[in-house]
């Protein structure tokens, strides 16, 4: 069974201050990776799907990128509406495995 | 598109009622939907798998009786907490899965008292 780590817990950044987050995973084989945002009492958004290694998408300040073990949510220029908890999850589109969540801070 | 949608976002009710949250996938059409619980700062927990017409695939220790589901339409999905009881206050997150991704609900937060 895949497990998934992300790292830190948690990431107090500057406004402005680049930075990355940190998924990696036990299973490789074709499964998703997937990254998804999560307000305080909000349910998951959506936001990346990523399938090959080598694969990057990109959605305004956020990039994420794919290896073999392991996925980078980068955060370019950040603001404080990026203030939220960012959750990777793995699998293929009927069951998901989810990290723990990366609690992201922007202080302006 | 791709929208989700969760009634009651809130609710409260006494220990030994029922209470029923509906999901819906308000601009597609989802084969098959998933019911996640999620504590104070802890992840997503998959509850139940349900598909259209056939009944509810649960994850292990979750109990099928208390958390019934029903997938009676292709854009409809219902999670019933029978005889809740305060351990079973929570954060519920339904899910409605795409060709390609699972687009998650707003959540409901349930009470017990």
């Known amino acids: 069974e895949d497990q998934v780590t992300q790292s830190p817990e948690a990431l107090r950044l500057q406004e402005g201050e680049s930075s990355s987050l940190n998924c990696s995973y036990t299973?490789?084989?074709?499964?998703?990776l997937f990254w998804y945002r999560q307000d305080p009492g909000k349910g998951p958004e959506f936001l990346f799907t990523?399938?090959?290694a080598g694969e990057e998408k990109e959605k305004e300040r956020l990039k994420a990128t794919l290896t073999k073990k392991e996925s980078f949510l980068h955060i370019t220029a950040p603001k404080p509406e990026d203030s939220a908890t960012y959750l990777c999850a793995r699998g293929i589109r009927e069951k998901l495995t989810f990290g723990t969540g990366t609690r992201l801070t922007i202080i302006p | 598109g791709a929208v989700v949608s969760q009634h009651p976002s809130r609710v409260i009710c006494k220990s030994g009622t029922s209470v029923k949250i509906e999901c819906r996938s308000l601009?597609?059409?989802?084969?098959?939907m998933f019911w996640y619980r999620q504590f104070p700062k802890k992840s997503l927990m998959l509850m139940a798998t349900s598909n259209e017409g056939s009944k509810a695939t649960y994850e292990q220790g979750v109990e099928k009786d208390k958390f019934l589901i029903n997938h009676a339409s292709l854009t409809l999905s219902t999670l019933t907490v029978t005889s809740a009881h305060p351990e079973d206050s929570s954060f519920y997150i339904c899910?409605?899965?795409?060709?390609?991704?699972?687009?998650f609900g707003p959540g409901t937060r349930l009470t017990v008292t």
């Open positions: 601009d597609f059409q989802a084969t098959t």
């Open positions: 299973v490789s084989g074709l499964r998703g």
């Open positions: 899910s409605a899965s795409s060709a390609y991704e699972q687009y």
């Open positions: 990523l399938y090959s």
